[in-house]
């Protein structure tokens, strides 16, 4: 009967029935612990009770006692702490009368205790009032004895109390104990039988349960080990292990089965591959038949075979023996059959597989060298090819022939008749191919026979015709001869006579061509020179112009930047007028020299693939706000035909499009501007006439449009529409110039469409791909040099083009939303990139890849990216540059960093505040790693600061210096309280004071650096202690940065901290901003460096003395490169040269070189300064021994980091 019960329901039974047992057990041992909790609750109350009669007592003592020292000793001093005795007196009554509340005896005591507290109170206050008016404890009127009898009786009382509450108190405690005996009787006795109860039943589960399934294991384990001979009886179980033994018996079965019937088709397959193997290649029809006869025989288990072979040919068709298998032939026998003679014969008439079984003893018999015996059975199997009979083989066994032999003979009869029916069919080609070969040169001979009889009589006819005409020419030659020598003379003096022309009229022409040739050749050499004065004369306007500029806009930054605070807002709106206008005249300037690189063919193009998705978004953001604020209506359409993107170069197609933009919304009041983007069929260049694939980028606005006479003028440079003095919209006429220029240098034209009061449309073509006469001839591909414009106020961030997207490799910054987590990728190598990419899209980023430093910056300032992995070699500048561009920049400070380099500098990456390093050769585990903590970095919104301070008071003071929004700061006063709590946290930053009470700051520096997992935690030393040069040595061996304290030190704190915190500043309020913007031009790398300027103009020298002198650098300086090589030699301990390249006397070129060859200024930073910015200007700094390269107007910001990057680790 238990058998037949489902195990499920045997279980919800045994469970319902240690539950029910359980439950007894539990509800008795509740009852005893909610007696005990109730009785140790009023055990508990009458312990507050008699603590609060303590308290009360102890306070009428104090109150007493602060009295009697007042009245003793007159001293104000006792009066607060007798006032607080009082205060506390009357609340620990009230509260003991709360806490009496159920017991009316201790109310009445109570009734009698509070006016005689009061009357003693009312006493004291009346000798201290009197004590207060000066008279002496000894001479006041007040009845003797009396505070002595008020105080006995409050003894009195709380005696009784404290008695009543103790008789209480031991009641209780002996219920408690009581409750605490029975209910731990309960728990002792009772967990023990529900133990033994369960146990029982348990045990009779695993019986009925565990050893059937115990068998099935062994068994599925005998079987997973390839022993399917295991047998599982059938069992009368209902249950579910009855259902499952079955089941599993069944499935045995049927492996069993499944197995036999794959090990025969294997055998199959395997036997009728190796046999058509062995057939391949085979040319010979006896060696076919008897290979097939030695193969087949034994894996069909046969003993004798035959091959017989269908002659076609014979008439009637006969099948002849071709090969045999241990047989011996006997005269009675035929080695030959007719269709249907004889089973072989019948065989290949029928087409059909004949099998013998029981064959008589005197049928055939098989021989061997010990006797001979009968066989059991023959099977005759014909050979077919497309149904045709090809062949019949014969085969006799011992023993029956069984279904997978017979399966494999008619398979392989398929495969056998392709076999000789390709055989048959080669043979057949190679006979007749002997045959006419044969036939070919049995003609060739005739039909050389023939050839010669042909010339023998083609020869003799022709003897017998020449001398028949022989006779006949020369009679007419002798009549002809006389005219012929007459009319010869005449010809010949005539040509005489044209031959003197002819060669007067060569010599001319001659003279004439040479003539041309020299004034072309004079033509050239001016067209050259006038090139070299073009260029040397665009070299120098560059200098010229720039230098000067290059002074006013650094002291115009300066001044708007008022750093000491003492400008008004007045003058410092007038600094940044000058530093706009400057930035205007700088663009002016690069106008008209972009314009003269074209014309002069020194304009070099940078092809690259431009996606029409980046173009559009930067076209977006740059004329947005211009859009909104003339309140027109701005569309960037892309046609749905148009490709992905366009080979040309992005940096002059986005100045053309910004050019026809900015015309399109000056001269429109109202309405809309709209750029199309679109593929179209175009005819371009002067003389191409065939359309070709294009790209047609069409400005249209409904502006004031152009009349048809002042379209063309307003492309030549310097000119525009509207001409007079009173023109309404200013401008100085070259956009349009340089638009036509460079569509031009880009294989492309424009176009323009207009009409007065109706809008223009200018369409610019471009070539799909750009023709190979458009690049200029001498371009060599230069690595990028940063661009000379300088950078606006941090206070006014420019929107710059998003750099083109490397080749081959597609990022998301055409998909990329505002919500999404972006990771910028700082790479050169593709490969690496590309696989940065797809590891970042597995971590949930959306990633942008950049090839150079300068696009690196870009897209950070552009996008603003969450994180940045970022390679130090790169072929525009250095890895350390952009570090400090981008740790240095407000807008991008806050985002982590993490190296990727083969280069040894942990140390110094995470000093300069990369969250992380690792060097290369990476692995894919490193890389997803890195992945992994910069994502768990930016997800964790509060960032954990630990502070190591041994006085409490400027731990609190650090922590509301550096606040806690984004930050939670936690401190610690000891090194051991710190070890144990970076073992339990993760905290991201620590600020260390080097004198702690317990250990040594050095001693606990080590150790936390010790420990693997804390290797990377960024540690700022904060310290009052003068530190040795030794002291600080070891320190920067273990911590990020250290700052000795002092009056500027709280401002440096917070800087650093919201440098290795990650702090995004425009989040921070504004005095704490002003603090880091102060601690700004206190840079700890920069201060007290001494750097030499070399420049020989004035006004440059006084702007980079007044930049680098905020940061707290000495100055010294040259007019000329003899005097900075002497300035040099009277100063050796010159940290670093800022070296103009144009100079008097001694270039910047020379200068270095002479600077190089000494050997104690080998390694000493030199940053070359030009304001040429022509093509190979760099490569002939750095050959000339410059570190570095930096053109003018000087962007501030770059130098200082330049400066920055080569003064670390020096001096």
Known sequence: MFRRIKIGTKVAASFALGLAIFSIISAVAYQGIQRLIETSEREAHTFNVLGQLKLLDGQLNGAESNNRGYLLTADDAYLPSYNQAVVALNQALQELRRLTLDNPEQQRRLDQLEPVIKNRIDLMQQRIELRQQGIESNQQNLPRGRGLQITGQIKEILGAIEQEER???????????????????????????????????????????????????????????????????LTPRQDEIGQLNNAFSQMVSNLRESTRKNEEQSWLTTNLAQITQRLQGQRDLTQVAQLILSAIAPLVEAQQGLFYRLDAEAEPPVLRLLGSYAYQSRKHLSNQFQL?????????????????????????????????????NIVVLPVLFEDQVTAVIELASLQPFSEVN?????????????????????????????????????????????????????????????????????????????????????????????????????EQKNQEIEAARQQLFQKAEELALSSKYKSEFLANMSHELRTPLNSLLI?????????????SERQVDYSRTIYSAGTDLLELINDILDLAKIESGMMALNLEVMPFADLSMFLTRTFEQTARDKQLEFQVNLDPALLASLTTDPKRLQQVLKNLLSNAFKFTERGSVKLQIAPVQKALGRESSQPQAAVAFTVEDTGIGIQADKQKIIFEAFQQADGTTSRKYGGTGLGLSISRELAQLLGGQIELVSQPNQGSRFTLYLPTQPPAASLPPAAPALPVVPAALPSLPAALPSLSAAPPLPAALADDRSSIQPD????????????????????????????????????GLTLAQNFLPVAVMLDLRLPDMDGWTILDRLKHNPNTRHIPVHILSVDEEQQRGLQAGAIAYSQKPVSAETIRQALTNIKGFVERRVKQLLVIEDDPMQAQSIIELIGNGDVKSTAVHTGAEALNLLQSQLFDCIVLDLGLPDISGFELLNQIKQNERLTKLPIIVYTGKELSRQEETELRRFAETIIVKDVRSPERLLDETALFLHRVQANLPQPKRNML??????????????????????????????????????????????????????????????????????????????????????????????????????????????????TKPVDTEQLLSLMRVWLYGRG
Do not use: W
Request: hydrophobic share 40%; proline share 3%.
């Open 820 to 855: 999404d987590r972006v990771l910028l990728i700082i790479e050169d190598d593709l490969n690496f990139a590309q696989i940065l990419l797809e590891m970042a899209h597995q971590q949930g980023f959306k990633a942008l890849v950049a090839a150079t430093g300068g696009d």
């Open 555 to 567: 002291l115009a930054r300066l001044l708007s930047e008022n750093s000491d605070g003492n400008l």
């Open 1077 to 1190: 913007e102060q601690s700004r031009h206190e840079d700890p790398v920069l201060t007290g460096k001494k750097v030499l300027i070399v420049d020989d103009d004035v006004r440059n020298i006084f702007a980079l003395t007044g930049l680098l002198e905020r940061y707290q650098m000495q100055i010294i300086y040259a007019e000329n490169g003899r005097d900075g090589i002497e300035q040099l030699a009277a100063n050796p301990d010159t940290n670093i040269v800022l070296m103009d390249v144009m100079m008097p006397e001694m270039d910047g070129y020379e200068t270095t070189r002479a600077i190089r060859q000494q050997p104690q200024f080998l390694a000493l930073p030199i940053i070359a300064l030009t304001a040429k910015a022509m093509q190979g200007d760099r490569e002939k700094c750095l050959e000339a021994g410059a570190s570095d390269y930096i």
């Open 340 to 376: 249907g003679e004889g089973l072989v014969g019948q065989a290949a008439l029928e087409k059909q597989r004949f099998v013998l079984t029981h064959v008589p003893s005197d049928y055939i018999q098989i021989s061997s060298g010990l006797g001979e015996i009968p066989p059991i």
């Open 167 to 233: 008789n209480l108190l031991e009641k209780r405690s002996a219920l408690t104990r009581q409750s605490t005996v029975d209910s731990l009787n309960t728990i002792l006795y009772g967990i023990p039988l529900y133990a033994l109860l369960l146990g029982l039943i348990g045990l009779a589960l695993a019986r009925n349960i565990s050893r059937p399934l115990e068998n099935l294991v062994t068994a599925a384990e005998r079987i997973s080990d390839g022993d399917l001979s295991t047998d599982l009886p």
């Open 406 to 506: 017979l399966k494999f003979l008619d398979r392989i009869a398929d495969s056998i008749g392709i076999v000789l029916t390709t055989i048959a069919a080669d043979n057949r080609t190679s006979e007749l191919l002997i045959q006419s070969q044969a036939l070919a040169q049995e003609l060739q001979n005739r039909q050389a026979r023939l050839e010669d009889s042909n010339r023998q009589l083609e020869i003799q006819a022709s003897d017998l015709r020449d001398s028949e005409a022989l006779l006949k020419e020369q009679q007419e030659e002798l009549q002809q001869t006389n005219e012929e020598l007459q009319q010869l003379n005449e010809e010949l003096e005539e040509k005489a006579e044209l031959l003197a022309l002819q060669k007067r009229e060569t």
